[in-house]
């Protein structure tokens, strides 16, 4: 459902629907579930998309209309115009970048607004095939349909090196890296022959010391073809995992990779000050992707927008979603919206900005600084031919 596949999840417990049951014997426990987290940006970017979607105001649902609307959102998922229909004409998205994550390694999309992502998070744990239990994301299975030997750890290197071509063959456009959900963002300078020493040997054989060695010589050696393959580095960073997901410690990785362009996900949330200061140093190859953060603070994200622009070119701070439904997609575009909206029209009343430079920095943030970074995007708009016809499958 769209509240069960929600990030509000994470501040509130959604009664779970039973197999067969009826909506009305759901709704009658189930209504009461929001009442606590109201206030939370987790909740409000799914009620405006219910509100402006839907014309369902949640905050004052009645029992006809959540029944209402449990048929509305039922029947449109039945339809495969629906998504596509919010996505591009409701949340007027040309382009939007996701990460496969159901098969990383197939390098196909589902959308024809849909652009590629080059996960690596597989990359970099890479040391024994039994590190994986999905062919799609296996680097060792890529290695298998194309004939590729990986018996050695040069052998690996250079299958890396062959995963590259093809990413950026089938439209990639950048590198992604979640890493800092299971790990410390801290990535050590380590030598080919220590990284080796874990290369063919199951996690169980290994110590914690040799297994962050792989992965460190890793992204490195990974940061290293971002820049020869010229596709950006996406580091998630902040929240998830707090511990060790400053985004401060990533500044000796920044600084030894000069040609590397990173960019640093969801503004460091809670350490968005210390993203900035980041980019006050280091702006030249570092961008900030604010991606999630007015739904996860909307407040935060106001207080962000107004000290980034402060601290650094306006051509340096990104944006996205992070969502996984039409009514999710819309709802974090609309609240981004908004926030930047509401910033920049501060700046404007105080007398910081004209209005023409506001809506400049408006238009570079959500739109110009993308096609600026990632410039293959350019070749592939397509809202100035008119209408994209979604790809239906058989």
């Not at 990030?7 to 009461?32: E, N, S």
């Not at 990383?104 to 652009?115: C, D, I, L, M, N």
């Not at 601290?311 to 981004?336: K, V």
Request: aromatic residues 14%; hydrophobic residues 35%; glycine residues 6%.
């Amino acid at each position: 459902g769209i509240w069960g596949n929600s990030y509000w999840t994470q501040v509130g417990r959604l009664t779970p629907w039973q197999p067969k049951m009826a909506f009305d014997d759901w709704w009658k426990d189930a209504k009461d579930d929001w009442d606590n987290s109201r206030a939370t940006s987790f909740y409000r970017y799914t009620a405006v998309a219910l509100q402006d979607l839907y014309g369902v105001d949640f905050d004052r649902v009645t029992d006809e209309q959540a029944r209402d609307l449990d048929r509305r959102i039922f029947e449109n998922y039945r339809d495969p115009k629906w998504l596509h229909h919010v996505v591009t004409e409701r949340a007027n998205i040309e382009l939007m970048l996701n990460d496969p994550h159901w098969g990383r390694y197939t390098f196909t999309t589902a959308y024809p607004f849909e652009v590629l992502v080059f996960n690596v998070n597989p990359l970099v744990r890479g040391f024994h095939l039994s590190e994986f239990d999905k062919p799609e994301d296996s680097p060792y299975e890529f290695a298998s349909k194309h004939g590729l030997p990986v018996t050695s750890f040069d052998e690996y290197l250079a299958l890396i090196d062959r995963m590259f071509l093809e990413a950026k063959d089938k439209g990639a456009v950048c590198l992604k890296n979640t890493l800092a959900y299971q790990r410390t963002l801290t990535f050590d300078r380590v030598t080919k022959e220590r990284a080796e020493a874990a290369f063919g040997k199951r996690r169980t054989t290994l110590t914690p010391e040799q297994i962050k060695d792989f992965e460190d010589f890793l992204i490195w050696r990974l940061c290293e073809l971002s820049a020869k393959f010229e596709l950006p580095f996406q580091f998630h960073t902040g929240h998830g995992r707090l511990q060790g997901s400053n985004p401060l410690l990533l500044l000796d990785l920044i600084e030894g990779n000069p040609k590397t362009k990173f960019i640093l996900f969801h503004g460091g949330f809670p350490w968005t000050g210390e993203t900035g200061a980041i980019l006050l140093r280091h702006w030249p190859h570092v961008w900030i992707d604010s991606v999630w953060l007015p739904s996860l603070s909307y407040s935060m994200a106001k207080r962000a927008y107004h000290e980034w622009l402060e601290q650094m070119p306006s051509t340096r701070i990104l944006w996205g979603g992070d969502c996984n439904h039409g009514e999710g997609i819309y709802g974090s575009t609309e609240l981004t919206r908004r926030c930047l909206s509401e910033v920049l029209a501060e700046k404007v009343e105080r007398g910081d900005l004209l209005e023409e430079h506001a809506q400049r920095i408006g238009r570079q943030i959500l739109r110009d600084n993308a096609l600026e970074l990632f410039p293959q995007l350019k070749d592939r708009l397509w809202k100035h031919k008119g209408k994209l016809a979604p790809v239906v499958k058989p």
